[in-house]
C-alpha cells in the first residue's frame, strides 16, 4: 500500500466540448472504444465527467468529455456549468467541439466557438487547438461538414460517433500537435476495484486510507473532487485500480432522478471493474438500499468483497461481529461468496486485510476447473441428493462444463430443463462453493438439454464453447 502510482494525470489533455444533445457522450465512448460514459436521449440528462487514458498512432492523451460537468437539475448553459467546463478547458491542449450536422450550425454553436475563441487568447502564447466534430454524418456520402467552416475553425472533420464513420480522420486531426507517448501503464491488465455503497459510508475516507496519504495526485486534474478518476494503488507489487464511486453525491435535493443516476453511476463504475468492494455503515447496520446497490455488482458478475465500515463507532460487545455477519447475510443471502470485514476508513483498522481478501476473490473469479474434475464432483453431489423427479417425471443430469469464468459460468447438460427445479440448481452451486474454493465470486449455472443420444457421442472439449457462444449463454442467463 506504499506507493500510489498516478497514472495519466501527467498526459496532455483533449476535452470534447459543445451544446447538450449533439452526441458528446456517444464520441467520447466511441474515441475510448468502451462504453463507460452514460448516454443517454434526454438532453443534459446526467452524465458523467470522465477521464480515460487513450492512444492513438503512438500519441496518449487524456480524454474528457464536458457531457457530464452539469447535474440532473442543472441547465447546461447556466454560468456555473459554463465555467466548470472552461475550467477543464483552461488546461487543453486540444479542444474537439462537437456540433450535430443533422441540424446545421445553430446560435449556440457559434456562441460556444466565440466563448472558445476567448479561451484560446486568454492564454498567453499558447492558443488551443481547435478541431470541429461534426457529428451525426451517419450516411457517408452527404457530407454535412462543409457549412461548419463558418465558426471560424480550420480543422473541421465529419463524423458518425454511432456508426464510427471519420473517427480515424479525426484522430488524426486531435492528436497531430501531442507528443509521441505510451500510455504510462496497461491499465486494462490491472484489476478494476469499484467502491460501491450508498453517501457517506466512507468511501473517500477509505481511498484516501488505502492511499496512505490525501489524493494530492489527483486534484492535478482540473476540478477533480467529485469525479470518477481511478487511483491506482500497489500493494505487495501488485497493482490496482480503484474506481471511486463516492462522487454519487451530487449538488441538490436527493430527488427520484437522483437515486437513479446513483445506480446509473455504480453500473458504470462496475462495467470497468473485475471486483467491487461493497461498503456497509457499522454504525447503521445493513439495510435495503445496500442490497439495492450491491445486486447490481452481484447481477453483473463481478467478485465482490463485504466492508463494515466506522467500526470504531459502534458500541459492542463480544456479540457483535456476529450479529452483525448474521444480519447482513439475512438480508442479503444472494452475496454469501462475500467475505465481510469489519473496518473502520478512519483509525485504519482492518485495513490491511482488504487486499488480500480482493485478490482471493479476484483469484477465484477467474478460476476455471477442468470437466474431469468437474464430473467426478458432480457424481458425489447426485449421490448424496438426487434430483427428485417433477410431476412424475424424472430428471436425468447427464454431465456439465466450465463453459466460462469471470464469473465461473457452468452448464450443465440434462434431458429436460424443466424437471432441473431452481432449488435443486442451487443445491449444485452450493456444492461447487463447498468443493472447491470459490470465496468472493459469484457462479452462474445454465441447464440445458440434451438429448442421450448425443451424450454417448465424443463430448466436445471445453475449448470447444468459444468466446461467442458463452457470451449467448450468459445473455441467456442475464434475462
Ligand atoms: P451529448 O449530450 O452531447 O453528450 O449527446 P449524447 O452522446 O448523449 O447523444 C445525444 C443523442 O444523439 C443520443 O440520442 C445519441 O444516440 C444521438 N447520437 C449521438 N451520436 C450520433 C450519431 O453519430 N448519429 C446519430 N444519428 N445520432 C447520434
Ligand atoms: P462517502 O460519501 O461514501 O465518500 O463518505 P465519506 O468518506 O465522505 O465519509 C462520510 C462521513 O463518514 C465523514 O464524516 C467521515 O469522516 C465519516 N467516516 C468515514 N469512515 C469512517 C470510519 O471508519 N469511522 C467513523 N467513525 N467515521 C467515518
Redesign the pocket.
Known amino acids: 500500500m506504499s506507493e500510489i502510482k498516478k497514472h495519466s494525470s501527467e498526459l496532455p489533455l483533449v476535452v470534447i466540448v459543445g451544446r447538450p444533445n449533439v452526441g458528446k457522450s456517444t464520441l467520447f465512448n466511441r474515441l475510448i472504444r468502451k462504453r463507460v460514459a452514460i448516454v443517454d436521449d434526454q438532453p443534459g440528462v446526467t452524465r458523467d465527467r470522465l477521464y480515460r487514458p487513450t492512444t492513438w498512432n503512438g500519441k496518449s492523451f487524456l480524454l474528457t468529455d464536458t457531457g457530464g460537468f452539469f447535474g440532473p437539475d442543472e441547465d447546461p448553459l447556466s454560468p456555473g456549468v459554463q465555467e466548470q467546463i472552461e475550467e477543464a478547458a483552461k488546461y487543453a491542449e486540444v479542444l474537439c467541439m462537437v456540433v450535430d450536422g443533422s441540424e446545421g450550425p445553430t446560435g449556440l454553436d457559434q456562441d460556444t466557438a466565440d466563448r472558445i475563441r476567448r479561451l484560446s487568447k486568454g492564454r498567453k502564447g499558447k492558443e488551443i487547438k481547435v478541431v470541429v466534430a461534426v457529428n451525426k454524418c451517419d450516411n457517408p456520402s452527404v457530407d454535412y461538414s462543409t457549412a461548419f467552416y463558418e465558426l471560424g475553425f480550420k480543422d473541421v472533420v465529419p463524423v458518425s460517433a454511432i456508426h464510427g464513420y471519420g473517427t480515424g480522420n479525426l484522430l488524426d486531426l486531435l492528436v497531430a500537435p501531442l507528443p509521441l507517448s505510451e500510455l504510462p501503464d496497461e491499465e486494462d491488465d490491472i484489476p478494476g476495484i469499484a467502491?460501491l455503497?450508498?453517501?457517506?459510508?466512507?468511501?473517500?475516507?477509505?481511498?484516501?486510507?488505502l492511499c496512505g496519504e490525501k489524493r494530492s495526485l489527483v486534484s492535478t486534474i482540473p476540478g477533480t473532487t467529485r469525479d470518477p478518476v481511478d487511483t491506482l494503488i500497489e500493494w505487495e507489487g501488485k497493482l490496482f485500480r480503484i474506481i471511486?464511486?463516492?462522487g454519487?453525491?451530487r449538488r441538490g435535493k436527493m430527488s427520484q432522478g437522483l437515486d437513479r443516476y446513483s445506480l446509473m453511476r455504480g453500473k458504470a463504475a462496475l462495467a470497468r471493474a473485475n471486483a467491487a468492494l461493497l461498503?456497509i455503515?457499522?454504525?447503521e447496520g445493513p439495510t435495503e438500499s445496500d442490497a439495492k446497490v450491491f445486486s447490481i455488482a452481484h447481477d453483473m458478475g463481478r467478485a465482490a468483497v463485504l466492508l463494515v465500515?466506522?467500526?470504531?463507532?459502534v458500541e459492542k460487545d463480544t456479540q457483535t461481529a456476529g450479529a452483525t455477519v448474521k444480519k447482513i447475510r439475512e438480508m442479503m443471502p444472494w452475496l454469501n461468496y462475500a467475505e465481510v470485514q469489519l473496518?473502520?476508513?478512519?483509525?485504519g483498522?482492518r485495513l490491511q486485510r482488504i487486499f488480500p481478501c480482493i485478490e482471493q476473490a479476484l483469484e477465484n473469479h477467474k478460476r476455471r476447473i477442468p470437466t474431469a474434475e468437474l464430473n467426478r464432483a458432480l457424481e458425489t453431489f447426485i449421490a448424496k441428493k438426487p434430483p427428485p423427479s417433477r410431476h412424475g417425471r424424472i430428471a436425468n443430469i447427464y454431465y456439465w462444463t466450465q463453459a466460462n469464468s469471470t464469473p465461473p459460468t457452468f452448464i450443465l447438460f440434462v434431458n429436460d430443463p424443466e424437471r432441473i427445479h431452481f432449488s435443486y440448481q442451487r443445491y449444485l452451486i452450493n456444492q461447487l462453493y463447498e468443493t472447491f474454493d470459490f470465496q468472493g465470486t459469484p457462479l452462474r449455472l445454465i441447464v440445458r438439454a440434451r438429448r442421450s443420444r448425443d451424450v454417448e457421442r465424443p463430448r466436445r472439449k471445453q475449448s470447444d464453447f468459444d468466446a461467442a457462444e458463452s457470451e449467448t449463454l450468459m445473455e441467456d442467463w442475464d434475462e
Do not use: E
Open positions: 467502491l455503497g450508498r453517501p457517506n459510508v466512507g468511501k473517500s475516507t477509505l481511498l484516501n486510507a471511486d464511486t463516492a454519487i453525491r461498503l455503515d457499522g454504525s465500515n466506522k467500526w470504531d463507532a473496518i473502520s476508513a478512519l483509525s483498522q
